[in-house]
Nanobody, 116 residues
């Protein structure tokens, strides 16, 4: 069964931190590079990627503030978000990379709201 379950979102003040988690079914997680994406309104964007071996990459907008990690034994990928800004407000999703917004399966996402 294909499954992606994101959690950890919430309301946070600017400058605050959150840690997101995503548990994926083995059919998605096994052998795959995993990534976090976000959608704010109609705007979708890539946030961060981690290969199975642990190499990482980040969007310019989050580099130095966000850290992606994964636990292969738990089929789980994490996103530590520090120094959050208003513009980080979005629904955050995880998935394999690459992933197609229209053709691939997506979980329900977890909403992050940065507000004072």
């Amino acid at each position: 069964q294909v499954q992606l379950v994101e959690s950890g979102g919430g309301l946070v003040q600017p400058g605050g931190s959150l840690k997101l988690s995503c548990t994926a079914s083995g059919s998605i997680f096994a052998g795959a590079a995993m990534a976090w994406y976000r959608q704010a309104g109609n705007q979708r964007e890539f946030v961060a990627i981690i290969t199975r071996g642990g190499s990482t990459g980040y969007a310019t907008s989050v580099k130095g503030r966000f850290t992606i990690s994964r636990d292969n034994a738990k089929n789980t990928v994490y996103l530590q978000m520090n120094s959050l800004k208003f513009e980080d407000t979005a629904v955050y999703y995880c998935n394999k990379n690459p992933a197609n917004w229209d053709r691939d399966y997506w979980g329900q996402g977890t909403r992050v709201t940065v507000s004072s």
